[in-house]
């Protein structure tokens, strides 16, 4: 005998469906401080009364068994167009590189976030950043220090000649202290160098770790957002050269900027990571000193070597760093023949790419040999070049230093080489030409399709010529070194 099933009809079941989804779900709430607990309890976790908890019926969305419900905001929203903008513009530092990199200066309770590795003069710029801030902003300026006295900071701001009677000075490392400073100060600028010294009581964790220095400049943000403070926050660096601390400090601060340079050059560079007021790729280039540190506003200057006559070896390109071109000069020094593996020595320059251009020049050149060589390249000044487009300027470099044959000192190249000796099109050529243009060099090798021919614009004081591969590039070079 067998028993026959009926099915409800699809219809059915999805009315019953829909029905079932409509139908109001329990929930509960304490009546006397309105607590929502997942399921009913005698006493309510968040007040402690006994038999509070009393079953109550919702149709609102819950969130982790909690209903969300819906309440007036503190301010409404409002048409875009009547919105004024004028509390987001950058009031200038007085700082002329530094504020080129913040797009303008900085805005009123913005947030700062400055990374740098120690001695690299974070806290000397930004004492300077907050003297010129005291003396033309017209608000006092404070600067706290969690690594350093009050007197250390006087004998630098000494140093530097940086005193002033609006700038305020403070040594605290906890984070209640630093708000009763801003309570007292009431200053338009705060510097806390840095975030990873100051701790608060009311969070876990030892001073500098993830769960500390997240609740304190998740703190300082909101303070700052609400008392229109511009703030910047000194970060420390890991081996690798990011900012140390949990990521999400780099998504809670407004702007992230990265302070670099060699220990043993003067130079120095901040660089933008996140902008949200402006461009991300700016670089601003300063200069250390005995007398603190000054901005550059045309650095191109350190990285050229100005000589008597020709010296083979030596090549200059125009590297990008942001959207500011810099002229530099790359060296090449040929060394004798050796048994086994030659050594590829480079510094400022990536050793990836040496390698790549001394085996297409190998490959692709008839009078040079280079495998049994050693070669040694290298940048002026403490730059760093890794950018693609240095690489013609670095293979004209060695073909120079391995003929002995010197480069035109007023050439400059542009391109990037590939792996058949082409030259390929790289960013930015007019921008590269006019700076290259505005110190002199009348004669550019760019790669085909970048010259005033193909662009429609280009400097009328220098020669443009477009060159396909490294050979027509070297003679090229070698035409205009015999004019």
């Known amino acids: 005998m067998s028993i026959s099933r009926s099915t409800p009809a699809r219809g059915a079941a999805g009315g019953r469906g829909k029905a079932a989804a409509r139908e109001p779900r329990p929930a509960y709430e304490c009546d006397a401080c309105g607590h929502q607990p997942p399921k009913w309890v005698g006493r309510c976790p968040e007040c402690g009364e006994w038999g509070s908890v009393v079953e109550c019926t919702v149709t609102g969305p819950t969130v982790s068994g909690r209903v969300v419900s819906s309440r007036m905001p503190a301010e409404p929203a409002r048409p875009i167009a009547t919105i004024s903008a004028a509390p987001a513009r950058a009031r200038p530092t007085g700082v002329s590189e530094l504020d080129r990199v913040l797009g303008g200066g900085l805005v009123p309770g913005a947030v700062v976030l400055l990374a740098g590795e120690p001695g690299v003069g974070k806290s000397t710029l930004l004492l300077d950043v907050a003297q010129q801030w005291a003396a033309g902003a017209g608000s006092p300026s ?27 000075l403070a040594a605290e490392s906890d984070l209640a202290a630093v708000l009763g400073h801003l309570d007292a100060v009431k200053p338009g600028l705060l510097v806390l160098d ?4 100051i701790s608060t009581t009311g969070t876990e964790g030892v001073p500098g770790g993830v769960t500390q220095v997240r609740a304190v400049t998740a703190a300082l943000v909101a303070v700052a957002k609400e008392r229109g403070v511009a703030t910047v926050l000194v970060g420390h660096v890991t081996k ?11 998504h809670l601060v407004d702007v992230v900027l990265h302070f670099e340079g060699d220990k043993h050059s003067s130079l120095r560079m901040v660089r933008g990571v996140k902008n949200r007021f402006g461009a991300a790729d700016e670089v601003g280039c300063f200069e250390m000193h005995e007398g603190g540190i000054s901005s550059l506003a045309d650095p191109s200057g350190l990285f050229l070597t100005r000589y008597s006559e020709p010296v083979p070896g030596t090549c200059v390109t125009v590297a990008m760093e942001g959207r500011r071109a810099l002229v530099t000069e790359v060296q090449a020094l040929i060394g004798a023949t050796v048994a086994g593996s030659p050594r590829r020595t480079v510094s ?41 487009a240095a ?48 110190l002199g060099f009348r004669l550019a090798l760019v790669p085909p399709g970048c010259g005033p021919t193909s662009t429609g614009a280009g400097p009328e004081q220098m020669r443009v010529v477009e060159v396909s591969d490294v050979r027509s590039a070297l003679q090229a070079a070698a035409r205009a070194s015999a004019e």
């Open 142 to 168: 404070l600067v706290v220090s969690g690594e350093e006295s009050v007197s250390q900071v006087r004998l630098r701001a000494e140093r530097m000649g940086t005193l002033h009677d609006q700038l305020y």
């Open 391 to 438: 690489d013609l300027a670095v293979a004209l470099a060695v073909a120079s230093g391995g003929l002995n044959l010197a480069i035109a000192p007023h050439l400059v190249a542009i391109g990037e080489v590939g792996l058949t000796g082409e030259v390929r099109r790289v960013g930015a050529v007019p921008r590269r030409l006019a700076e290259a243009a505005r």
């Open 194 to 197: 840095s975030v990873q010294t």
């Open 240 to 250: 690798d050269g990011q900012v140390a601390g949990p990521r999400v400090l780099e």
């Open 348 to 388: 400022g320059l990536d050793s990836a790419r040496l390698a790549m251009v001394l085996a297409v020049l190998q490959r692709r050149t008839e009078r040079l040999t280079l495998h049994d060589r050693e070669v040694f390249a290298a940048t002026v000044g403490g730059i760093r070049v890794v950018e693609p």
